[in-house]
């Protein structure tokens, strides 16, 4: 019964994890692929910080539900029914066996979670050498032309007091946790034993209901002690559930998946834009204006260059005009109507723009060319390279790879 039962918790659990890791993962990206861009100016959104949340937490969280809530599971309803057969079997040595538990469960919960912090503080403790190693191996031909072999194992020795001095005073809390979980395991174990022996004198248990009252109530102990020793794994995982949910539940301020607003496809779009006493400063930069009050029209149909420094606002008003951002005072319109009153997909799919640094996909050029257009015919696709000066450029580069091959 314990093998088959096992099988099907770690097994269902399992599955149940990975389904929810992949759930988790699409619903993240998905969101965050309706987020302004502002978000992602924060520090604290930067990509590489993006990608480790999307796989550091999203793993935490198939851990909290695959392997702590199936242990919690396990301990649970392992302690019912042990305290549940034990009363049944003999309830008198059950109910001393069941009051001595907190300890023992206690002794070997505090133990297990000593052992971690004691872990945790040793790797801080010794980070400070470990550091001053990699940067001598580093810089070894440094150290070996000025011969500080010497003054770097000095430094090196001084860096180990530390550790060794706390290592020193940990192992006292391991020594007494050892033993204070050992000494109660066996003082419990001695107590339902010398209580279970006196109950069999007086002929009120028989030894088959004393030894297995015994065995099925000291094993749940060290169940329950096991799980109440994920506790910290449990904070982790339920920190990383809510900046899960912190992400899932936040409203964008710019989506686009919003289906309000003017339908841009549904009539001409002749291209006249214009900027109304715009003022715009970058949120991770809130103090710093980078337009003040500007005022722009650029009629349909004509060619605009915007000429400054760098950093004077060009790409910025590109990007309002995209509606990457919304100015903080005024207004951006195209064709006598405000942009914020625009459906923002279809708003978008009436501009066409190629940046200073433009990204390319894998893939094909045909299939970067016609990133911005789904149903782009080959027709339009040659067009829009010969416009880009670039066709002739990706015809001499594939006649040169068809010679090579």
């Known amino acids: 019964f314990n093998f088959f039962t096992n099988v099907l918790q770690h097994y269902n659990f399992a599955v149940m994890g990975e389904k929810l890791t992949k759930r988790v993962r699409e619903k993240l990206l998905e969101k965050l692929m309706t987020f302004e861009i502002g978000w992602f100016d924060r520090d604290e959104n930067a990509s590489a910080a993006i990608c480790a949340r999307i796989s550091t937490e999203a793993n935490m969280v198939r851990s909290l539900v695959g392997d702590r809530m199936s242990l919690l599971a396990q301990a649970f309803f392992g302690a019912t029914f042990a305290y549940a057969l034990g009363l049944v079997l003999t309830w008198r040595l059950a109910l001393v066996m ?24 040793a790797q801080i403790a010794q980070k400070e050498g470990s550091q001053l190693a990699s940067e001598a191996v580093i810089t070894h ?23 060794r001095k706390e290592s020193i005073r940990q192992s006292w809390f391991a020594g007494f946790g050892l ?10 174990t001695a ?12 002929g009120q248990i028989s030894p088959e209901r004393l030894f297995q009252a015994f065995l099925a109530l000291l094993f749940t102990a060290y169940t329950i002690a096991e799980a109440g020793s994920m506790t910290k794994d449990i904070s982790r995982g339920s920190n990383a559930v809510r900046s899960v949910f912190a992400i899932l539940d936040r409203k964008a301020e710019i989506d686009p998946n919003d289906s309000q607003g ?3 496809t549904k009539t001409s779009i002749r291209g006249r834009v214009e900027l109304k006493h715009v003022h715009f400063a970058y949120l991770s930069r809130p103090e710093t204006l980078i337009l003040k009050g500007l005022s722009l029209k650029i009629s349909a149909g004509t060619t605009v260059a915007l000429v400054g420094q760098s950093g004077c606002g060009k790409s910025t008003i590109l990007e309002l005009i995209e509606r990457f951002y919304d100015p903080l005072k005024g207004s951006v319109c195209i064709d006598e109507r405000d942009i914020k009153d625009f459906n923002l997909r279809t708003l978008r799919t009436q501009i066409a723009l190629v940046s200073q640094e433009p990204t390319l ?32 450029f990706i015809r001499y580069e594939v006649n040169v790879h068809k010679f090579r091959n």
């Not at 069941?98 to 052992?115: D, E, H, N």
């Not at 033993?179 to 419990?188: D, I, P, V």
């Not at 107590?191 to 007086?202: D, E, I, M, S």
């Open 179 to 188: 033993f204070s979980s050992q000494f109660l395991a066996a003082a419990s």
């Open 361 to 392: 996909f894998a893939g094909t050029i045909y299939e970067n060319i016609a990133y911005g257009k789904k149903d782009a015919k080959e027709s339009e696709i040659r067009k829009a390279a010969m416009l880009a000066n670039a066709h002739e």
């Open 98 to 121: 069941m009051a001595a538990q907190p300890l023992v469960i206690g002794s070997f919960y505090a133990r297990s979670v000593l052992m971690k912090s004691m872990s945790a503080k």
């Open 191 to 202: 107590l339902a034993f010398w209580y279970g022996g006196r109950l069999l004198t007086n």
């Open 262 to 264: 003017h339908d841009a």
């Open 141 to 163: 031909r440094t150290i070996t032309a000025f011969s500080s072999q010497k003054k770097i194992l000095g430094l090196f020795q001084a860096t180990l007091e530390g550790p």
